[in-house]
């Protein structure tokens, strides 16, 4: 195990008799993977496959003094505890025992981690030297289990869980220092910790942006201290900035981006979350069943639209996804911070919706919500999506070991009704809210409960269904009318393409139901789209659903069967049964 040169065939040879050794043991491997050994590992990671083994063990050789295998069959230990190794939350069910908490984040494993950013990491030598030195000298002398990057890292993790200050973190490293062994290599204050911390993290942006959500200060109005529209300051002082133009003054409000594509490069520079972006046409069972995105008819209608993106099987599709959040729980129920969110449909089901693979892109600041100005903020994640579907970006892939140019596009939009609105640039209040059908709606407005209700859906119905001949049940009439096919893309962009649009809330809104020309017009392919925004379905059914159990159960303020209601169904001629009787 040490004394031979791990390129001699003698090494490699016992090598592979370890691993069958240990691949016989049933307690301390689970679906052909075993604990890895090397000097990296030394069985503290997850289980990993043989391949993996083999190229650790080659390149790192074993773990110093391990001549015991303790790990791997050779004493009556089953597997190790939950505090030497870890099973991330996108391994699918099963766990090696109890003990095992499902929802430790992989960024626990320091190891793997620095593996995904070493690339990055080796553009800057010095850099590289600091944290590799970082990443395998022991927290203090003698000690095993932590080196002094992982030790930070498990620290921070706990921090951001528990939403410690940076106060209070300080104050907590400060006490384990002292706690600790004498040398001991902990730093001392939150600064010192994110020093170590950061040149493994990917970077993001600060811009700046108009109050009244008018612009972003970058481009031509980066250089700007007020907005050129509305004439706000850029800052949250009133005093007059260029007197001291040196002095960083804090800005009005912020959009904080974190750019995409190092993040996509990041991905494929791991192994195996380069196999499982390309999980959708190597592993997909393709037997005309819709199970996953790239059975529906748009995922076939772009590649055979555009085959050169299509023949590409690595070009990823993107969902877009965005809804109001209050950061501050109960503390103030009027602020409205919009975080916008990617989902990569690349990805098998079980992992597109993991933790680890919902990528932040843009973090809108509140107090006030964007509404139809969203498109303000979100440029520059329109601009790098223009940019990876026009000429892309060299991108390693470490699955295949080889280089490729990645390219990408918005598959669709996934948001609540208000927020579908807000990103198409339809009205979805009044009498035409509906933005597949129109001004094809036909509305009545009740009289009692001063809403609008749309009585005619059973033209979506065939037309020789029952239900088309049924009065009573309904709005007392038969119903003989049909439903249009939804408008396209181009009839849609037809519509739109004159709109000159006026952001920021110190202006009126568009009349019309189109308020705007969404930005994502200027994406090449979105006209060509069969379907562009989604509704998300735990709303819909959450909605539903409350208002039949409410009404069945007779749920105070939950049911829809009041006395207006039921003085609208008199007005209306149905369910006569059913009207308010007086009784004094």
């Keep these: ?106 960024i626990d494993n320091v190891n793997e981690m620095f593996d995904d950013v070493q690339e990055h990491l080796m553009e800057e030598p010095k850099l590289y030297e600091k944290i590799l030195l970082d990443a395998e000298k022991p927290l203090y002398s003698g000690c095993a289990k932590f080196t002094i990057l992982s030790a930070v890292l498990k620290l921070f993790n706990l921090k951001a869980k528990h939403g410690w200050s940076d106060i209070s973190f300080t104050s907590l490293l400060g006490l384990l220092k002292d706690m600790l062994p004498e040398g001991n290599e902990l730093p001392t204050s939150n600064y010192e910790a994110k020093k170590i911390m950061c040149p493994i993290g990917i970077g993001y942006k600060k811009i700046h942006a108009c109050p009244n959500d008018c612009i972003l200060y970058r481009n031509e109005y980066e250089s700007l201290h007020e907005c050129p529209k509305c004439g706000l300051s850029r800052y949250k002082s009133r005093e007059n900035v260029h007197n001291d133009p040196d002095k960083k003054w804090p800005p009005a409000k912020v959009l904080w981006y974190l750019p995409i594509i190092p993040r996509f490069k990041r991905l494929f520079a791991n192994k195996e979350n380069a196999k499982n972006l390309r999980w959708h046409a190597d592993v997909r069972k393709d037997d005309g069943l819709l199970r996953h995105p790239a059975d529906s008819p748009q995922w076939r209608n772009i590649d055979t639209m555009y085959s050169s993106f299509g023949e590409e099987i690595r070009n990823l599709r993107l969902g877009l996804c965005t809804d109001g959040i209050n950061p501050f729980g109960n503390l103030s129920s009027q602020h409205s911070t919009w975080p916008v969110l990617l989902v990569i449909y690349n990805l098998p089901p079980y992992l597109s919706m993991k933790r680890k693979y919902i990528m932040l892109s843009l973090m809108i600041s509140g107090p006030r919500q964007p509404g139809n100005d969203i498109d303000v903020y979100l440029a520059p994640l329109i601009d790098d999506l223009k940019l990876l579907w026009d000429k892309g970006v060299r991108v390693f892939d470490a699955y295949s070991i080889s280089e490729f140019t990645l390219r990408a596009m918005l598959f669709c939009t996934i948001n609540d009704f208000p927020a579908y609105g807000n990103l198409s640039g339809y009205s979805t209040k009044g009498a035409r809210a509906c933005p597949i059908c129109q001004d094809d709606m036909a509305v009545e407005r009740l009289h009692f409960c001063k809403k609008n209700v749309y009585m005619h859906h059973r033209r979506f119905l065939p037309l020789n269904h029952p239900y088309r001949k049924k009065k009573k049940p309904f709005n007392g009439e038969i119903e003989s009318g049909v439903a249009r096919l939804p408008l396209t893309g181009n009839d849609v962009y037809e519509r739109i393409k004159d709109i000159e649009n006026v952001f920021g809330k110190a202006f009126p809104l568009q009349e019309g139901m189109w308020k705007k020309k969404s930005i994502f017009w200027e994406l090449p392919y979105w006209k060509h789209l069969q379907v562009r925004h989604c509704l998300d379905v735990m709303h819909i059914e959450k909605n539903v659903c409350d208002s039949i159990i409410g009404t069945l159960l007779n749920i105070p303020g939950k049911t829809k069967d009041g006395e207006k209601a039921r003085q609208d169904m008199l007005k209306m001629g149905i369910r006569k049964e059913l009207a308010p009787v007086e009784k004094g």
């Design 1 to 106: 195990m040490y004394n031979v040169k791990r390129s001699d065939d003698e090494f490699l040879n016992k090598m592979e008799g370890f691993i069958k050794c240990a691949l016989n043991d049933q307690l301390t491997r689970r679906e052909e993977t075993i604990f890895c050994p090397c000097r990296r590992c030394q069985n503290r990671r997850r289980f990993r496959n043989i391949d993996q083994i083999r190229d650790h063990i080659i390149r790192y050789g074993f773990k110093k003094n391990y001549t015991q295998w303790i790990w791997h069959g050779e004493s009556t230990l089953s597997t190790p505890s939950s505090s030497n190794h870890y099973i991330d939350e996108d391994d699918q069910e099963g766990t090696v025992n109890n003990e095992v908490n499902d929802e430790t984040d992989e």
